[in-house]
């Protein structure tokens, strides 16, 4: 299988997994799935904004690192490097069992909730801004 370089369908998994969180939340799942799904939102939402610019799907699931990247077409990406950061907190120790599991608390669920927002927003009003209005 070879991912798509089409950014309109990078941005719909993003919201698949983005609306994936908000319904495990509302149903009291587990935090740290909540915020695994919050994670891959962003993770899709930097990786079909990189493809916009640059035609380029970018490997990797570090944030920061495609925080990065996207600031190199959009420098206020900068602004989103201490969220990516928390993000990534949940993308591997959220996922497999442990000595000492991670321990997710409500506010840490509604911080990710929040950045997949924020981050979503932003990208959207660039494509916007850029006559790309069917995303």
Same mark, same amino acid.
């Given at each position: 299988?070879?991912?798509?370089? =089409? *950014?309109?369908?990078? @941005? %719909? /998994?993003?919201?698949? +997994?983005?609306?994936?969180?908000?319904?495990?939340?509302?149903?009291?799942?587990?935090?740290?799935?909540?915020?695994?799904?919050?994670?891959?939102?962003?993770?899709?939402?930097?990786?079909?904004?990189?493809?916009?610019?640059?035609?380029?799907?970018?490997?990797?699931?570090?944030?920061?690192?495609?925080?990065?990247?996207?600031? =190199? *077409?959009?420098?206020? @990406? %900068? /602004?989103?490097?201490? +969220?990516?950061?928390?993000?990534?907190?949940?993308?591997?120790?959220?996922?497999?069992?442990?000595?000492?599991?991670?321990?997710?608390?409500?506010?840490?669920?509604?911080?990710?909730?929040?950045?997949?927002?924020?981050?979503?927003?932003?990208?959207?009003?660039?494509?916007?801004?850029?006559?790309?209005?069917?995303?």
């Amino acid at each position: 299988m070879v991912d798509t370089k =089409n *950014y309109q369908e990078w @941005f %719909k /998994k993003a919201e698949s +997994d983005f609306k994936g969180a908000r319904i495990l939340f509302e149903h009291d799942a587990d935090f740290g799935l909540v915020c695994f799904h919050c994670q891959q939102a962003v993770e899709k939402y930097l990786k079909g904004f990189l493809i916009y610019k640059t035609g380029i799907l970018y490997e990797g699931h570090n944030l920061i690192k495609l925080c990065q990247k996207a600031s =190199n *077409y959009e420098k206020d @990406f %900068k /602004k989103f490097y201490k +969220d990516c950061s928390f993000l990534n907190t949940f993308y591997v120790e959220t996922r497999y069992p442990a000595v000492d599991p991670l321990i997710v608390s409500l506010e840490e669920v509604e911080e990710c909730l929040n950045i997949v927002e924020k981050i979503k927003g932003f990208i959207l009003k660039i494509l916007n801004q850029e006559g790309e209005n069917d995303v």
